[in-house]
């Protein structure tokens, strides 16, 4: 049996906690891959994450993935400037929608011998690192950034279910980590499709209609 076929049947047969859904949002995707890797890996999270919000209720809308310099793993504190310059250099192309989330696949996220390595990382204006990232983007506003590693998604265990993106998203819908493992923001990995409690849904409600309808930020 492929991974893929497991996760299909896993998600579409196990559900190990009710979604709560009826969010009815929409939110715009912007896609990103390191040219290296081409967009297969990355492909694959956007679909597993626009079919578990859309259970939700909440619309994500995926443009073309498109192929960026390759880039560096991100290294946090040090070559942020540097990482983020193929994204700088998009945001800053006259008619680019820059609502929504940026979505970057990398080779990895940190340096070979990072740990614990990480599938996923997202930074949205507020967070902690907010005040680093504006000065890596050039602008006081913008726009938040999901990063993924390619190398720690496919070294993921067998009937793991693609969840990283949604768990990201989550967080820049301005959910932290629940202590709960059948919940979508649970830590770690999910063997069966995770849920959403009725607050979180209505927490993400007000954040993704304050973003997928807002003006992109200004420019600078
Ligand atoms: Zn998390």
Wanted: aromatic letters at 2%; proline letters at 9%.
């Amino acid at each position: 049996m492929t991974g893929a076929l497991l996760a299909l049947l896993l998600s579409s047969a196990v559900p190990c906690a009710p979604i709560a859904g009826g969010i009815d949002a929409r939110l715009p995707l912007t896609l990103l891959y390191s040219e290296a890797l081409g967009p297969a890996v990355l492909r694959d999270e956007v679909d597993a994450a626009v079919s578990w919000w859309a259970q939700a209720g909440l619309r994500l809308e995926a443009g073309e993935a498109v192929a960026i310099p390759a880039t560096a793993a991100l290294a946090r504190g040090s070559t942020l400037a540097e990482t983020l310059a193929p994204a700088r250099q998009l945001l800053s192309e006259p008619d680019r929608d820059a609502r929504g989330v940026l979505v970057v696949l990398l080779p990895r996220m940190g340096p070979p011998d990072a740990a614990p390595e990480l599938r996923g990382l997202s930074l949205a204006p507020g967070g902690e690192d907010g005040a680093e990232l504006a000065e890596a983007l050039g602008r006081a506003s913008w726009t938040p950034v999901v990063f993924l590693s390619q190398h720690a998604l496919r070294r993921t265990a067998r009937g793991v279910l693609p969840t990283t993106l949604s768990h990201e998203l989550g967080h820049v819908l301005g959910l932290g980590h629940v202590d709960d493992e059948a919940n979508l923001m649970a830590a770690g990995t999910h063997r069966c499709t995770p849920g959403l409690t009725a607050e979180q849904r209505d927490r993400v409600a007000t954040e993704a209609r304050r973003r997928g309808s807002a003006p992109p930020p200004p420019r600078h």
